[in-house]
T-cell receptor, first 114, second 112 residues
Framework: DSGVTQTPKHLITATGQRVTLRCSPRSGDLSVYWYQQSLDQGLQFLIQYYNGEERAKGNILERFSAQQFPDLHSELNLSSLELGDSALYFC?????????????FGDGTRLSIL | QKEVEQDPGPLSVPEGAIVSLNCTYSNSAFQYFMWYRQYSRKGPELLMYTYSSGNKEDGRFTAQVDKSSKYISLFIRDSQPSDSATYLCAMMSLWAGNMLTFGGGTRLMVKP
């Protein structure tokens, strides 16, 4: 158990809808990262937050947004969903924002778009 | 061409064999190198974390980094059926925040 908690484990919805994925980092970790894992693209970095502030951004679509709250949990919001958004979404956390601090992953949320 | 290339496998070995997993990369700015293990329906689990070139050993696992060749390896000694999983290499540079760039993963099957 990595200590990173993601809910829900599985989400089924339809095209055009909006969903929110939730992540609680390990106790004491200030950085949260979101990744998308799909069969064709593999694991890809979406966005990083550190202590409530956006720190780095990857190839995140404009339809996607995230935030980190004062209690350090984070939410990833996906809107106007398309079939191609079906994937596993992982959250990871690390102690700080330095690159020498490893990232620990949760077990993901499986998003299925019908 | 992807920044990090990894043979997808599957790689099938008998129990007790030495396993060699490899990744090549093209971005010379990568300084931090990691290996993650991912079981089906689970998140990636960090196995090894190394900085720059050299070797690092942890139990049955040894990670090697050759920056001159842009090549990293993970060796698993005395492989067990419980090692059957997908192994992902990941890399990070100092100038891209803490963004991890992953290889596509190698599926390993260790047969009893």
């Amino acid at each position: 158990d990595s200590g990173v908690t993601q809910t829900p484990k599985h989400l089924i919805t339809a095209t055009g809808q909006r969903v929110t994925l939730r992540c609680s980092p390990r106790s004491g970790d200030l950085s949260v990262y979101w990744y998308q894992q799909s069969l064709d693209q593999g694991l890809q970095f979406l966005i990083q937050y550190y202590n409530g502030e956006e720190r780095a951004k990857g190839n995140i679509l404009e339809r996607f947004s995230a935030q980190q709250f004062p209690d350090l949990h984070s939410e990833l919001n996906l809107s106007s969903l398309e079939l191609g958004d079906s994937a596993l979404y992982f959250c990871a956390s690390s102690v700080g924002a330095d690159p020498n601090q490893p990232q620990h992953f949760g077990d993901g949320t499986r998003l299925s778009i019908l | 061409q992807k920044e990090v290339e990894q043979d997808p496998g599957p790689l099938s070995v008998p129990e007790g064999a030495i396993v060699s997993l490899n990744c090549t990369y093209s971005n010379s700015a990568f300084q931090y190198f990691m290996w993650y293990r991912q079981y089906s329906r689970k998140g990636p689990e960090l196995l090894m974390y190394t900085y720059s070139s050299g070797n690092k050993e942890d139990g049955r696992f040894t990670a090697q980094v050759d920056k001159s060749s842009k090549y990293i390896s993970l060796f698993i000694r005395d492989s067990q059926p419980s090692d059957s999983a997908t192994y992902l290499c990941a890399m990070m540079s100092l100038w891209a925040g803490n963004m991890l760039t992953f290889g596509g993963g190698t599926r390993l099957m260790v047969k009893p």
